[in-house]
């Protein structure tokens, strides 16, 4: 009989997906990746092609989801993440959120898998309580431009506990805060690979605001081993998984022209709408349950980073 579990990673394809599909298989765990590639890239798993242990299949989650045989584990993590995404796919974006995790919680209700939900620190909107804690509501615009990935996703938590409460499906749900590293794609308008890429062009970096809104950075392989972590836990509340060291994003737009050993200068641009003025992680829980804090340096991190997006730019792939 075969033990190797069997794990099904929606947004395979993705930054974070594919980075978790990475983890799963060096765990001796069989993975089957879904994305539709509207923000996902198959270069973010080719090197995985050849895997036997490894499964590609091309399937918008909001459509029914058929696969023969067990499934272990269902990581949610398919859905537009960065605000140019959803801002231009603000339908997609909800409808990811809503049918695409009613999809993804069916089969994982069939086949009797635990079942994980890639949530966001976005469901504390721009928060009145800092740091913050998973006991706080949030403060969320509903009709703001944003509140299509904050509400997609506060509904999406909705719907995992229901389906807990409900059918017994054994559930997770992680609120992911700031996240960076290899595979980000260059232009999707989040402050790392904007910052980095105009960094190493020698071009102005874009500061929204005056900067001084702080935002808390998480290398990827900090928070995909705090996601494997929870995956294994008892735990069926939310749980907060990023870095607790705050920066304001002017200081970080220094800290990378810095790490690049660029002259670009900063030049200011109007702050966009509900732009949060504060992000900062309480992770007791996940310190207290998990026996998690992050452990990669943002210098450690960003060096890898910028080694990633430098190989880009060799490439003419920026």
């Known amino acids: 009989m075969d033990t190797t579990a069997v794990s099904v990673v929606t947004g395979g394809a993705g930054f974070l997906g594919s980075h978790l599909c990475d983890r799963l298989l060096a765990d001796g765990h069989s993975v089957i990746a879904l994305d539709n590639l509207i923000t996902g890239n198959v270069a973010n798993i080719g090197h995985l092609a050849g895997n036997r242990a490894f499964r590609f299949i091309h399937h918008d989650v909001t459509e029914y989801i058929f696969l023969p045989g067990r499934v272990d584990f269902v990581f949610h993590f398919a859905s537009p993440a960065s605000p140019i995404d959803y801002l231009e796919l603000p339908i997609q974006t909800l409808k990811v959120g809503a049918l695409g995790t009613h999809k993804a919680l069916g089969l994982a209700r069939a086949k009797k898998a635990r079942f994980l939900l890639a949530s966001t620190s976005e469901v504390y909107g721009d928060p009145l309580v800092h740091p913050q804690p998973e006991a706080y509501w ?139 003025k504060v992000r900062q992680p309480d992770i007791t829980q996940a310190r207290a349950r998990l026996k998690w804090e992050p452990e990669i340096t943002l210098e450690q991190g960003l060096g890898r980073t910028i080694d990633y997006f430098r190989s880009l730019l060799a490439k003419g792939a920026i």
């Open 138 to 276: 949030g403060n969320v615009n509903p009709i703001g431009p944003r509140g299509v990935y904050d509400e997609a996703k506060r509904f999406a938590e909705a719907m995992t506990m229901a389906y807990h409460r409900a059918h017994g499906v054994d559930t997770k749900i992680v609120r992911i805060f700031n996240t960076y590293g290899p595979r980000m794609r260059p232009h999707d308008g989040r402050v790392v690979p904007a910052f980095i890429t105009q960094a190493l062009k020698g071009e102005p970096i874009t500061v929204f605001g005056d900067g001084r809104q702080t935002r808390s950075f998480c290398y990827v392989s900090d928070l995909v081993e705090g996601i494997v972590r929870l995956s294994r836990s008892d735990l069926h509340e939310p749980v907060n998984i990023g870095n607790p060291r705050e920066m304001n994003v002017l200081e970080f737009a220094q800290t990378i022209v810095a790490a690049c050993g660029s002259q670009s200068s900063v030049v200011h641009k109007p702050l966009p709408v509900d732009d949060p």
